[in-house]
Antibody, heavy 121, light 108 residues
Framework: QVQLVESGGGLVKPGGSLRLSCAAS????????MSWIRQAPGKGLEWVSY????????YYADSVKGRFTISRDNAKNSLYLQMNSLRAEDTAVYYC??????????????WGQGTLVTVSS | EIVLTQSPATLSLSPGERATLSCRAS??????LAWYQQKPGQAPRLLIY???NRATGIPARFSGSGSGTDFTLTISSLEPEDFAVYYC??????????FGQGTRLEIK
């Protein structure tokens, strides 16, 4: 069965860095586009970044552009999010999500359980 | 940026009743709209994609309709496990993806 397991969250000071990982299993990881999506405590969902199956195409939300870097290692079935210059407003649960290959539009058919990032002094 | 506005913010209904949730886009998103269900402490679950297609394993009581700017998620007869928060999401102006603010469906 499809599984996505995030790790790497934690408490970090403003201006600090953190690297999130997402381990994928149960499907051919290299066939799928992947995204990071976050949810601030008690708030709605915000798409953060997207990477194509080969890693050649990458997009970011304006709120994280220039500070976050998405990457993947298809040999290790893993997705990453390097987060630099963290701000209090980056505090959220971060989910990795698989793109729904059956859809004409982009939607997300599998999600991890999320990892909490807290930015606070 | 395309803004998705969901209504109502909270919907109070009883099991067995029909639920109708709305999502309005600030400009046309064609049929590139999805719906998700999220329960407390859980990740979102995809219900509907491309406005009207049920995702794998989603019960037939969930249906989606609409195109352009106005979309509806209908739950024909509420089960106890359906009480949750529902989000719509668009990707029409790729690569920017946006979500609505959510509708909380609560037990009356």
């Amino acid at each position: 069965q499809v599984q996505l397991v995030e790790s790497g969250g934690g408490l970090v000071k403003p201006g600090g860095s953190l690297r999130l990982s997402c381990a994928a299993s149960g499907f051919t990881f290299s066939d799928y586009y992947m995204s990071w999506i976050r949810q601030a405590p008690g708030k709605g969902l915000e798409w953060v970044s997207y990477i194509s199956s080969s890693g050649s195409t990458i997009y970011y939300a304006d709120s994280v552009k220039g500070r976050f870097t998405i990457s993947r290692d298809n040999a290790k079935n893993s997705l990453y999010l390097q987060m630099n210059s963290l701000r209090a407003e980056d505090t959220a649960v971060y989910y990795c999500a698989r793109d729904n290959i059956a859809a004409a539009g982009s939607s997300f058919d599998y999600w991890g359980q999320g990892t909490l990032v807290t930015v606070s002094s | 940026e395309i803004v998705l506005t969901q209504s109502p913010a909270t919907l109070s209904l009883s099991p067995g009743e029909r639920a109708t949730l709305s999502c309005r886009a600030s400009q046309s998103v064609s049929s590139y709209l999805a719906w998700y269900q999220q329960k407390p402490g859980q990740a979102p679950r995809l219900l509907i994609y491309d406005a009207s297609n049920r995702a794998t394993g989603i019960p037939a009581r969930f249906s989606g309709s609409g195109s352009g700017t106005d979309f509806t998620l209908t739950i024909s007869s509420l089960e106890p496990e359906d009480f949750a928060v529902y989000y719509c999401q668009q990707r029409s102006n790729w690569p920017q993806i946006t979500f609505g603010q959510g509708t909380r469906l609560e037990i009356k």
